[in-house]
Structures are given as C-alpha cells and as structure tokens.
C-alpha cells in the first residue's frame, strides 16, 4: 500500500459504520469502557455469592470459581507463550526458501486498492 | 442412482468446470452445493448407491443421523467459499474446490472402508492444488510435504483396512475400537487428518501457504471428515478424552504468539478440534451430539474468520500481524464480521460456539472427565486470548498501520455477512441446529448458570487482557517464526541426512569388501583344488573312486528316509 501515505481519510469520508467505532481511538472513552468492563466483571463476581449455580465438576461450585479461571487462565497462557517464545522465536527466512513465510504474497491474487480508489474503471 | 449422488455431482461439476468458458466456471461453483443439497435431501436417509466389486460391496452414499448434518454443513460451506472467490478466474482453484469438496461429501457418505479410503486419498489430491495454485517455490514445497503427509495417511489407511479385512472378513465402517494392528493403524490414519498432537505440523505449515481463497475451503473439510470418521469408528474410546484435551491446550501457546494471522487461525482450528476429538473420546450421545454440532457451527465460524484475514490480506497483501492495524476506518463491514467470527469462537451467548461448545463441556464433567473438563475450560479462555481479541485487535485496532485500504469486494462482503448471519442465526436458534444431530437433544443452553459462568469467563479474560496490555506484559507481535514439532523432520533430519547417508554408503562398503574378500578366498580355494597338482587334478585309486560313490549313494539313500 504505497499509495495510502497521502490518502488518510477524515472522519467524514468514512461509512457510518466506521465512524461508530471511531471511539476506539479516544482514550478516555476506551477508559471509560475499560471501566465500564469492570463494573460489569465485579458485578458478575458479586452475582456468584448471590446465586447457587449448577455444578458438577469439584469447586466449579465454588463462588468465583469461573472469574478466578478467566483471568488466571487468560494471564497464564500469555505469559507461558511469551516465555515459549523465548525459546522458539526464529528469523522470518528460517525455513525459505522451503516455505511461505519470508515469501510476499504474489501481487496477481490480490487487488490491492486504497480507499476510495475502489471505483476505478476496472473494479 | 449413484450419478446422483452429491460426491458424484461435485466430482462431474468439476470436470466441467475445467471445460466450459471462463464466464461460466464462477456460477458453477455457485451451483452445484444447492444440486448437492438437494441430492442429499432428496436421497433422504438410508443406504443408496451400493456397488458389488469382486464381492466387496462398495457403500457410496449412506446417508444416516451422523452423516447428514456433516454432508449439510459442507454444502454450506462450499457455497460460501464459492461465493467468496467469485473473482477468481483461476481455472486450477476452480476445479480443485469442487473436486475436494466432493471427496470430502465421498468420504462423509461412504458406509465402507474401501469406499472411504478412495475418498480420503482424493481429498488429499484434489486440496494440494489449493495451495500450489500460489505459484511460488514457497508454497511449493509445502504442497509437496503436504501431499506427502497426506498420502502417508491413506496408506496407513489402506494398511490397516487390508489388516481389519483379514481379521473380521469384513469392510464395513461401523464402530471398529482400538482392538488390533489392523484398528491402530485405521486410528493413526484419521489422526493425521484430525491433526492429534505431533501429526498436526501439515495443517499450520500447509493452511497459510495456500491461496488467499484456498484457505477458506481448506479451513472446513479435511479436518472435519477425520472427526466425523473418528465419531464413526472410536466413540467412545477413551483415550481421545486425553489426546483431544492435549490437542486443545497445547496449540494456545503457539497460536497467541504467532504472527501470521492465518496459521493463527490454523492452531486455534486445531484447538477447536480438541474439543469435538474429547466428544468422540467420552461417547455418550450428550458428547456425540456436542462433537457434531461443534464441528458444524466451527466449520462456519472458522470459515468467517479466515475470510475476513484473507480480505484483509486481499487489500493490503500480507496476513502479518506485525504489518496491520486500525484497518477498521476503511473495513468497516470486514472488520463487525471478524467481531463476529471472534465472538463466535469464544463462545459469547447469542452465537454459535455458545451452543455448541458447552454440550461438549458439559458432557465431560457429567461423565466424571474432570481433568478433561478443567482443560477444555482453559481452552475457550485460550480461544478468547489467541483469536477472539487478538486477530481483530491487531488488525482492525491496536497500533495503526497507516494502511487505508478500501473495503473488500461486495462478493466477499456477501460471503461474510451471510456467515456471520449464519453464526448468529444458530446462537439465538439453537434448536435448528440441534433437531439434525445425531441424537435426540434433550439441552438447554441458555441456562442461568451458563450463560453467567461465560459471562465471567469472557469479562474476566477481558480484563487479563487490560491489565497485561497496560502493564506491557501481553507479547508485541513481531515478525518471527516459531519452531514446533515439524522442526524435526524440517531441519533435524535435513540435517542429520548426510550423516546417515554417510554412515549408510561406510556401511554398504564395509559389507562389500568383506564379501569380496571371502569371495577371492574361495576363489583361491577353488583353484587350488583344480590345480594340476590339487586334489581334483589328481589321478585317484579304483579303490578311493568306489569309497567316494559308495559315499554318495549313502548320502543319497539317508537323504530319502526322511
């Protein structure tokens, strides 16, 4: 995408669409959300005391059993994939030329226009 | 009647397809699901189409419970795929497409295992050339280690049905179990296509080597064919509970920190078969119908995703994480059907792997799987980590790129909106989906207690998520590429080969000379006897003459008593 240095739309060009997901790039708004998330996260905890859940497997039935897993789970599998990748990370040509990785994808099987080029005259 | 059968009508569609002029090949592709479909319902269920060869009796199209939602969800994913490559013109995709996915409906249809293994090499055949159609010596060469894994599945395959054919004198594909040589063999073949722990390298290396477009129908049929076998002849086998729970946890670590989108899709697909392999492996019809109604909606959510990462790399000419970001300003539709697609997979209430993933779930702690359960947990926390937020995240948001790529083409946007419909449609109806499962389903997905333990699940991964990005603890995506068991036979081997062909050729050599040493020496001997002055040369006594006959009608005489 050469061409996309001088064409940086403004928000105005964009379709509605986009424009309802121009908040992600506020970050008091994202803040907001984040708080937003959380609020709901604790709710959700407090909402496990409250309430006997079905349960089958030992301490599912525990209170908080799922929002302890989520996040433990979550933080565990990153940082166990950052330390793996410590160990695994290669350069890009590792394996070339007997593989995709450091190879561009040929031009022919893509189209790749910018925005609001894509009514030119073969399109 | 077997003319009519929908392997049949996809396989003569393909041939077609290769002689008709270009204007014609895309609406064929368009087609022929709907003629496939429409054969399937119009055969109904029951066994159609049977041929007797030499006395074995060919099964061509059994349609049955099991085999019906699988042959449903290829139609439907082969009409997606073509719709999505609408603009290709290259004949060689074309063709292979519609080839693959009719050995792919072959093998879901064939009620022996002679019939079957004729499908599972096809599809083996027919899908490599999805990837050499990318035309560099890249994906050459992974075509060909493709190709060669592959095929060595079938043979194992063949070895084994010739093996179960001498046991039990018969070829039919029923429930076989893991009973001899020959059921080993069988299972190791299926578990290559189903990419079980340590046979899995074909899927990531081969998936992101293919066409942007060879991707998608790469993504739905042989992975699935291999759970629908395993469903077929091992439900119920239990180490499947302990090979599809290593099967959904061990590929997150490889997918959250590679960078290439679409191999990340490739590890998180074989993370979702874990799951459907834990079904089988449990095999109570709670599981079995989890297993089928997972490996449905995943056909149809994993498709979506790959079509949104292969549009984004249609625009911009890469799938590197590395290289994207804040694409949502320009792909804006690409960009709600990957949410979608993500939502999907990490099973959000109101979408597809809500209701298709807790069946299996549920199944396994019912059944006392606790570990099992424990681990397929873990892994839909996994899938929110490697997919659900990193693939739109790093594509559509996070860091910007500063690419602005116009949007994908209305014929992929179709694709992907009726995809993503697709996904929502069987999350808020789930009963569609379940009144075609094997068993009768007797489940409530949108429980209380379901729908707030997911709720937890996902808010509270959200949150890990924040915390580690704010805390810069979450890996950057960087361009690298990261080893894994394929490394073996890749490098170790390429390696280690002069050596063993040294050690072989010294071998060879030392075995040579000591031949021809003891063939000189009794050479040597020989003409030692045939010398004038040796022992045959020499002029023998009437006496010694008549010892010597004597001698041998003796020898001769003993030699016939017994």
Known sequence: MKKSAQNNPTNAQLTPLARAFSWTESSTVVQRVIYGVAALSALLFVLDFLIHRHAYAPYEGTPGFYALTGFLAFSFIVLGASALRWLIARPENYYAPDSVDAESYPESGTEQIAFNQDKAPDA | ?562
């Open chain 2, 1 to 562: 009647m077997m003319a009519f059968s929908a392997p049949i009508i996809f396989l003569f569609a393909s041939v077609l397809v290769a002689c008709v002029p270009a204007r014609f090949r895309a609406p064929i592709l368009l087609i022929t699901p709907f003629a496939g479909l429409a054969s399937i319902l119009w055969f109904g269920m029951g066994t159609h189409a049977v041929v007797s060869v030499q006395g074995f009796e060919l099964i061509f199209y059994r349609i049955d419970t099991l085999s019906f939602p699988f042959g449903v969800v290829f139609c439907i994913a082969a009409f997606l795929a073509g719709l999505y490559a609408w603009h290709v013109r290259d004949v060689v995709q074309q063709v292979a497409t519609l080839g693959y996915a009719g050995a792919a409906l072959g093998g879901v249809f064939a009620g022996d295992l002679i019939t079957l293994f004729i499908w599972w090499e096809a599809t083996a055949i027919t899908s490599v050339f999805l990837i050499f159609a990318r035309r560099t010596p890249g994906a050459m060469a992974t075509g060909m280690r493709y190709l060669i894994i592959q095929v060595l599945s079938g043979v194992l395959l063949l070895a084994g049905l010739l093996l179960h054919f001498y046991d039990t004198g018969s070829t039919t594909f029923g429930n076989l179990g893991l009973v001899s040589l020959g059921t080993w063999l069988i299972f190791i073949a299926f578990g290559i296509k189903c990419a079980f722990p340590f046979l899995h390298n074909w899927l990531q290396d081969a998936y992101p080597a293919a066409t942007i477009t060879g991707t998608v129908v790469l993504s739905a049929f042989t992975t699935k064919m291999a759970v629908y076998t395993l469903a077929r002849g091992y439900a119920g086998t239990e180490v499947l509970v302990y090979i599809g729970s290593v099967m959904a946890i061990f590929t997150l670590f490889f997918a959250v920190i590679e960078n290439d989108l679409r191999r990340v899709l490739a590890y998180s697909l074989n993370s979702q078969l874990g799951f459907m392999v834990v079904g089988v492996g449990i095999g109570t019809e709670l599981a079995l119908n989890g297993t089928v109604a997972h490996a449905f909606s995943s056909v149809l959510y994993k498709s979506l995703l790959f079509m949104t990462v292969g549009a984004v790399m249609y625009r911009t000419g890469t799938s590197k994480a590395s290289e994207l970001g804040g694409l949502y300003r320009t792909m804006p539709v690409t960009m709600v059907c990957c949410l979608v697609g993500a939502m999907s997979i990490s099973a959000f209430p109101l979408l597809s792997g809500f209701i298709s993933k807790s069946l299996i779930i549920d199944a396994a702690s019912k059944k006392g799987y606790y570990l099992a359960w424990f681990a397929l947990v873990a892994a839909s926390v996994g899938a929110i980590a490697h997919t659900a937020i990193k693939i739109p995240f790093f594509t559509f948001f996070g860091h910007d790129s500063g690419k602005r790529p116009a949007e994908a083409p209305r014929h992929m946007q179709l694709a992907m909106v009726i995809t993503a419909f697709l996904c929502v449609f069987i999350g808020v109806f789930p009963g569609t989906l379940y009144a075609i499962l094997p068993y009768s389903v007797d489940y409530q997905p949108y429980t209380f207690s379901h729908v707030i333990t997911q709720m937890q699940l996902l808010c509270f991964a959200l949150l890990a998520f924040v915390y580690l990005m704010k805390v810069g603890l979450h890996p950057n995506q960087i361009r690298r590429v990261n080893l894994d068991a394929d490394w073996v036979y890749r490098k170790a081997a390429a390696v280690a080969l002069p050596a063993i062909v040294a050690a072989v050729a010294a071998v060879n050599r030392r075995a040579r000379d000591v031949a021809m040493d003891g063939l000189k020496r009794s050479m040597t001997r020989l003409s030692q006897f045939a010398s004038p002055s040796g022992l045959l040369a020499d002029i023998w006594g009437v006496n010694a003459m008549v010892s010597v006959v004597v001698a041998l009608m003796l020898a001769i005489l003993a030699l016939n008593l017994f």
